[in-house]
């Protein structure tokens, strides 16, 4: 399920901090000068170039050092990417590659069009992914199916057999380039010569190597299927067989045409992928299969080698999802011990994460819940120690200095809200140092060996920032200072943005719900009507205190209040808040959200007749259970991409939550929106992408369907060729002046 949707001048004199000169100016179509505060329409609001600013993707120092890469989009098309790099010697920027230039847009795969969905990166084009060669000198560049190994030098090598490449990697010393064709994991030596395929061709077409199985992609943030080994010595290769997965028709529903798939797809209560793990040489020889217990209905969750490469680390996790074993797997032989089990407390479910790290030590850094909160532990010798602990999460493992044993994470300690950057030492882990401004909120990541931080920050009236700084937080040199002035798209519009204001309310239970609030200037003696939007599944959190984008302040300037609230259920507040909706979609989230509504009706400027909500995909959900369960509280709701029958849904995402539907059928029938759509009084707009994959058109047109038949009045727009995002320059502004229209037809409408 897709989750809903990270920002300083330079200080002045005695700091004399090094500031990375900007890159080559790039025409902006909006300057602070054109007009005095002009209005915002849904127009500009997805035209290029975009009101964020500059927006680099994939921020990465060179191995050595020298370099800092981003991926750069462009003023006059904000969907395409070009490789820029900054070098901290000569201090100077320069393109490293033009994507249109060495692009030929040849059409991708339908396997790579999947993937990038699954990433949520479907909508870019040109350079999405780059990696570094190990000896800082060249860099691998996928770019529109063909594979590109780009020198600092200007040299371009063609990797030869790379078109049509999927998930292509450089070995960690640089000896080797791998990717998968044909179903089949293909290795090329880096530096020049013919790729050779690795792993067997096998006769079902059903057996894929090197890929990640479809929920893995889907569900577990897990996008490689092939691990090398730190020495290049081998590879881990997952070989999963779609066999068992039953097959379903999906269409693909265009403007002139309808393209249908045969797809295997894991739906809840069904059989998942068989998937096995071998470890071979570059060569392919050698291959032994990793024991992966007895049971085979498992999900493989996270693959790692040692430092030292002598020992593969393989994170199995069970089809209930309530048990996570961690195995050590001898790479010559295959044979696993299990060195530990995380279990999932009791009514609730295993978060999977990223926030690990294995030491040279031979210790480990891991992230776990098993106090209630996710915290950081230090695994060694069979011994565990807890790094951090109270009420609060940390969000991410950022990085580790292992020469004087530094951790670097993020976490909500100080603000649920606004997340910080944050350093301990593993001898005195009890007095963790905030490094970063608690005005913004924080994303962060480092170099390998724990020594530069790269942190993006945001705030509600300043776009993301990214910027380098050292190990103690003391910004170095800015990455992308995107301020809001001068001729940066979004000045203009600065006079007229409205500042959020935040508040709690409790729920039934005694728990505290977060809630925004942006308002239009207020005149005495009006009502204003409300958009509430609202996301409200698991494993999410939309309440923040970061930039919220130029959507919701469009919103505001036609005399809208815009209003959400994070209702039980959200992320980073804890396993016993998170798991309320356990065994139990569609219950608490509704009345919390009731809550809100319930709030805004006894403020002196809300029209009570006048509160609208939306949602997309969860969203679109809890839109239609909120009016299926308090007719009349609601003077509209807008469905957009919602799930209406969780058996339609994949195994891993709906099960984590549901359990199985072939046990607990009444959960499913008790969660889904379908059964109570009969119950829906309030005008109902239903949207969907009709070539959506995530949350397939099936879901609405069973709605459509229930509602026709039950005489139940509803509106409806679905758009052709569209998958589970529908958004662009065009179809942006059509999606949402649609929606106001409906909401005009309806009376909800701001006070004259």
Known sequence: MPHPRHLLRALAGALALAVIPPAPAREATVSAAAAPAPALSFERVFASPSLNGAAPRGVRLSPDGRWLTVLRNRAEDRERYDLWGYDRQARQWRMLVDSARLGGGAALSEAEKMQRERARIGDLKGIVSYQWRADAKALLVPLDGALYLVGLDGTVQAIEGGKGALNPLLSPKGGFISFVRDRRLWAAPARGGAARAITPEEKAETVHWGEAEFVAQEEMARMEG??????????????????????????????????????RYPAAGTANAEVRLFVLRPDGSGGVEVDLGPDKDIYLARVDWAPDGKTLYVQRENRAQTRLDLLAV?????????????????????????????????????????????????????????????????????????????????????????????????????????????????????????????????????????????????????????????????AAFLPRH????????????????????????????????????????????????????????????????????????????????????????????VADQKLGAEY?????????????????????????????????????????????????????????????????????????????????????????????????????????????????PFEMMFYPGYTHRVSGPRVGPHLWEGIFAFLARHGVTPPR
């Open 330 to 490: 001898d790479p010559a032989s295959g044979k696993a011990q299990v060195l530990f089990s995380e279990e999932a407390r009791a009514k609730s479910w295993i978060n999977l994460s990223h926030s690990y790290r294995f030491l040279k030590d031979g210790s480990l850094v891991w992230w776990s819940e098993r106090d209630g909160y996710g915290h950081l532990y230090h695994f060694r010798d069979g011994r565990w120690q807890q790094l951090t602990r109270g009420p609060w999460m940390v969000t991410d493992l950022v990085g580790v200095d292992e020469k004087v044993g530094r951790l670097f994470f993020t976490a909500t300690k100080d603000d649920v809200l606004a997340s910080q950057v944050y350093a301990l030492d593993l001898a005195h882990p009890d007095t963790p140092r905030r490094l970063s401004d608690p005005a913004y909120v924080h994303a962060a990541s480092m170099d390998k060996a724990g020594q530069t931080l790269v942190i993006t920050r945001s705030k509600h009236d300043q776009p993301p920032q990214t910027y380098l700084a050292d190990a103690t937080g003391k910004r170095l040199e800015w990455v992308e200072e995107n301020r809001v002035a001068g001729d940066h798209p979004y």
């Open 600 to 712: 805004l009706k006894g403020l002196p400027f809300v029209d009570p007749a006048k509160i609208a909500t939306y949602g997309w995909s969860y969203g679109g959900y809890m839109t239609l259970k909120m009016l299926a369960a308090d007719p009349g509280t609601y003077a509209a709701g807008i469905a957009g991409a919602p799930v209406t029958k969780w058996e339609l849904y994949d195994t891993h995402y709906t099960e984590r939550y549901l359990g199985d539907p072939r046990t607990g059928p009444q959960v499913y029938a008790r969660s889904d929106a379908l059964g109570d759509a009969v119950k829906i009084r309030d005008p109902l707009l239903l949207i969907h992408g009709m070539a959506d994959d995530n949350v397939v058109f099936e879901n609405s047109t069973l709605l459509a369907a229930r509602l026709q038949g039950e005489a139940v």
């Open 498 to 589: 409205r500042e959020p204001t935040y508040g709690t309310l409790t729920a039934a239970d005694g728990s505290v719900l977060h809630w925004k609030m942006i308002t239009p200037v207020l005149e005495p003696g009006k009502r204003y009507p409300v958009f509430f939007e609202h996301y409200g599944g698991p494993h999410s959190q939309t309440v923040t205190r970061g930039w919220g984008g130029a959507l919701a302040q469009a919103i505001v300037q036609r005399g809208f209040i815009w209003f959400e609230i994070d209702n039980r259920g959200s992320a980073n507040r804890g396993v016993a808040y998170e798991s309320q909706l356990y065994r139990a979609m569609g219950s608490v989230e």
């Open 226 to 263: 092939a691990w090398w080994s730190p020495d290049d010595a081998h590879v881990a290769v997952e070989r999963f067989d779609e066999a068992p997965v039953g097959v379903v028709t999906r269409a693909a529903i265009g403007a002139a045409g309808t393209t249908t798939f045969q797809q």
